[in-house]
């Protein structure tokens, strides 16, 4: 992989995460993220829909009048965002069942539009595939760590359903943590998300500002007595 193609990887996955960095996508990032386990299946619906619709913007970027270009590229995204609506429909039912609703939306995902229209509209169909798959995993990681310290803390699992909701292959996701646990109601309503959400960025601002902090400090003076 090229040194740009890293770039590209290491700013979808960190520096400008869809989450953390973006802040954009808040709607599914609070509403899906009461379980690690609904947190993966949508961001892995959304990296689905981040890869192929930067592919076929990329790829169709000379064809296409600046005019007419953000239409065209709703409707794609709408098309893909049915087709993998009907996929989960049919393969992981149970699944849909929990995330059926907030499929449809990914339709109005600002990410998705966003790099359409920021990256894969003006680069190469391998470095748009390479920005939708990094900033695709990006926000499934960021969906996944919130959806699993909101259910660790409201209600001692991780990961609960997960052969349910994808399948007897990940059965072995599913882990109690703390058994007999009351949980803590808090943490799967809407204020649990924002709330972990507000520590995550906080978390993240903390660590990249360590780095810095560490070269801009200056050694005391010596005093002589």
């Known amino acids: 992989m090229t040194s ?3 770039a590209t990887m290491q700013d979808g996955l960190w520096t400008n995460n869809v989450v953390f960095s973006q802040m954009l996508a808040l709607c599914p990032t609070m509403a899906v993220t009461t379980s690690g386990t609904n947190g993966l299946g949508m961001g892995l619906a959304t990296t689905v829909v981040l890869v192929t619709s930067n592919m076929l913007v990329a790829s169709i970027r000379h064809l296409v009048s600046p005019q007419v270009r953000i239409p065209i590229f709703v ?3 709408a098309t893909l965002v ?4 009907l996929s989960l429909n049919a393969w992981l039912h149970d699944l849909y069942k929990v995330l059926g609703l ?3 939306l990914i339709v109005v995902n600002c990410a998705i539009l966003g790099r359409a229209e ?3 509209s003006k680069n190469s169909v391998l470095a748009s595939a390479v920005d939708g798959l990094a900033m695709g995993l990006g926000f499934t990681a960021a969906l996944t760590v919130i959806g699993l310290i909101r259910e660790l803390i409201g209600s001692g699992t991780l990961f609960a359903q997960a052969s349910l909701l994808l399948g007897p292959v990940f059965r072995f996701l599913e882990t109690t ?3 007999d646990y009351g949980g803590v109601l808090l943490m799967i309503l809407p204020p649990g998300g924002f709330l972990v959400l507000g520590l995550l960025l906080a978390a993240k601002r903390a ?4 780095p810095r902090n560490a070269k801009g400090a200056v050694s005391p ?3 002589f007595a």
């Open 4 to 6: 740009s193609l890293r």
């Open 75 to 77: 409707v794609l995204i």
């Open 82 to 85: 049915t087709l993998v609506d």
């Open 102 to 104: 907030f499929i449809a």
């Open 118 to 120: 920021a990256f894969a």
């Open 177 to 179: 943590v703390i058994p």
């Open 207 to 210: 660590f990249e500002l360590r």
């Open 221 to 223: 003076e010596p005093t």
